[in-house]
């Protein structure tokens, strides 16, 4: 990509011909590469967030990739030490990792209940997007074994799955009942970038418009791992630019206030006095058998 100044550039990528055949079962793993690391199947959980949505994302045309084109190996995802400031400058910056976004696209953040936040997705009009970082070993192959797993774990739960060939390697692509999902990763120096792109059903197709727009965004990706020792599949932080941060802080404590209002409501509503529910006691009727009351048989009415 023109736009990244490269300083120290990486090349241990397995170099992928984009038009290899497709590997369909989990077992072709072996064929790809030699790797055969453990993986720990609890790598990636799902807490459940409050989800708060931005539209006034960024809209400087300079943050924009290109997404005419579909990517090669030599494209990124790119480390921070082989970009320039100005490049960094240019992009959405999220700590960990800094990308461009889709034309149009709008960012949705997701907060865990004290107010971090946690995920950072790109929603397009064909689906959405969803980019992570994570500490990773000074040797590559650490999405050959969340791959793996990733496959394993979907077709436990019913999903259709396919392992497809990439500009960089394998995907793992997923028909489940509630979306079709398509998982990019690449390895790095000591970190490992994740792309999970999601939508209806085709959305996820190779060449579709969402993938094409996925992995525009993950050739023009930085990643920034830091310095300090983490434990190996941890994920690196999101940081939020400062003006993004304040409007989540601000929506955060009005949520906030918002359920407090609602508890003391149902507290004030369970300590008033319970009303009967029960009709009012109606005098007791004659008796009546077969042929009318006892006092019409004595033929006293």
Known sequence: MGLFGKKNRRHDEEVVDYDEPRYDDAEDYDELDGYDDEYD???FPRPDFARLDFDDAPTDERI??????QPDAAAGPYDISEVSDEVIAQRLDLGSVVIPLPPGG????????????????LATEHGRLTVSAYAAPKS??????????????????GASVAVEKGPWGREVK????????????????RWMIRLVAAGPSGAVDDRSPLITAARAVLADAVVRRGTEP?????????VLPQELAEQLAAAHQQQVQAQ???????AIAAQAAPTSALPPKLPDEPRRGADGSAMQQLGLN
Not at 230 to 238: I, Y
């Open 41 to 43: 199947t609890d790598e």
């Open 64 to 69: 924009y990739g290109n997404f005419d084109h």
């Open 106 to 121: 709008q960012l949705q953040v997701e907060m865990s209940p004290d107010g971090t936040p946690q995920a950072v997705h």
């Open 140 to 157: 590559a192959g650490q999405w050959r074994t969340v791959a793996a797993d990733l496959a394993e774990s979907l077709r436990a739960d």
């Open 174 to 189: 997923a028909i489940t009942e509630g979306a079709d999902l398509r998982f990019i990763g690449v390895d790095g120096p």
């Open 230 to 238: 983490l434990p190996v599949r941890d994920p690196l932080p999101v």
């Open 260 to 266: 407090q209002q609602a508890i003391a409501a149902q």
